[in-house]
């Protein structure tokens, strides 16, 4: 019996790329049901992320004309991480695995034949690696690829190169549900889950239409989310950067100290100021990145609902 497969699609904004995706999709689907690699009962399952476009009635619409779309309406935008979790979480319910991918085709949906290869090999997990970033500018490749360079740095397990393009089993939803954590960054996080994990590498494309929903502001935020939410390195630099400048600063003491009993003092006015500030903008960086984390633990001590479904078309139907 081939498995049911549901391929969670996050949208904000997306009414210009949408029927083009959906198209392209229910084309993938056909003919895979009809290689009998997936069962007949498998869907696609768009999560509007509070659009404030036509995209809610779009989805609302494909779901009337076919039986293959399903959607999921949240009550507001609460941004991808979310959206893509809140359409695992419900999807976890109706399917045997899971494909999470962007609406905007930049991933190759033809890498899902890989995906279902390595899941008859007995994976539970399949991460889609991107081959090459041509498609993207020159700025975002590099600011890409030193950023995975850090984040392994602070010691986060994370796949290179991979975004949110992956196929996940029911089974390993089911555990990542059990993370109850609020500050969601989730390629860090499904690797923790373990199980058999395999990757499957594709060409990414260009978006097609429309425009980036993650401006370089949302971009900044999501890379400190990344480090703050999985390591705890940050904290410990700085706490070695403390006591390193405390040694330093003793040193000079005493250095002052000889050269003042050789009655050689000079007016120290420039060393006094530029230690001053040098302590002061250190100082105030170690309590900015405490800061970060004491934010982190108020937002997960809060246990907030990382997102509300409004309306879930899937289970109306039922
Ligand atoms: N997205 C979302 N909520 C947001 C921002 C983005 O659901 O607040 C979705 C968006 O519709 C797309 C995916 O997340 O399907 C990735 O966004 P985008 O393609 O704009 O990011 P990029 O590929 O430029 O990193
Ligand atoms: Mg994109």
């Known amino acids: 019996m081939p498995e049911i497969m549901y391929i969670v699609i996050p949208c904000y904004n997306e009414e210009e790329m949408l029927p083009i995706t959906a198209k392209a999709l229910i084309e993938k689907m056909d003919t895979l049901i009809a290689e009998k690699r997936i069962s007949p009962k498998s869907k696609v399952m768009f999560v509007d992320d509070g659009s404030k476009d036509a995209t809610w009635e779009l989805i609302y619409r494909f779901h009337k004309s076919c039986d293959m779309f399903t959607g999921l309406k949240l009550s507001r935008n609460k941004g991808h991480q979310n959206a893509l979790l809140a359409g695992l979480m419900t999807a976890k319910e109706y399917a045997d695995i899971i494909v999470s991918m962007d609406a905007d085709l930049q991933d190759d949906i033809n890498a899902i034949d890989g995906f279902l290869e390595k899941r008859a090999e007995g994976c539970e997990i399949v991460y889609g690696v991107r081959s090459s970033r041509e498609t993207d500018t020159g700025f975002k490749r590099w600011t890409a690829q030193s950023y995975y360079k850090v984040l392994s740095a602070m010691g986060v397990d994370i796949v290179y190169n991979h975004a949110d393009y992956r196929m996940m089993s029911k089974r390993a939803v089911e555990a990542l549900a059990e993370f109850s954590e609020v500050n969601l960054f989730l390629r860090g996080i499904v690797p923790m889950v373990g199980?058999?994990?395999?990757?499957?590498?594709?060409?990414?494309?260009?978006?097609?239409?429309?425009?980036?929903?993650?401006?370089?502001?949302?971009?900044?935020?999501?890379?400190?989310?990344?480090?703050?939410?999985?390591?705890?390195?940050?904290?410990?630099?700085?706490?070695?950067?403390?006591?390193?400048?405390?040694?330093?600063?003793?040193?000079?003491?005493?250095?002052?100290?000889?050269?003042?009993?050789?009655?050689?003092?000079i007016a120290g006015w420039t060393t006094t100021v530029v230690s001053v500030w040098a302590l002061g903008g250190l100082q105030l960086f170690a309590i900015g990145i405490i800061g970060e984390y004491i934010g982190k633990i108020y937002l997960e001590t809060k246990a907030r609902p990382k997102f509300i479904i409004e309306t879930d078309l899937e289970k109306e139907d039922r």
């Not at 990414?204 to 705890?232: C, D, H, N």
Request: with cysteine.
């Open 195 to 265: 199980f058999k994990s395999d990757i499957v590498t594709y060409e990414r494309a260009a978006r097609q239409a429309g425009e980036s929903k993650y401006p370089l502001k949302k971009m900044i935020a999501f890379a400190v989310e990344g480090i703050t939410s999985l390591s705890i390195k940050p904290i410990r630099f700085i706490t070695a950067l403390g006591i390193c400048i405390f040694l330093v600063s003793i040193i000079m003491l005493i250095y002052f100290l000889v050269i003042h009993a050789l009655g050689r003092t």
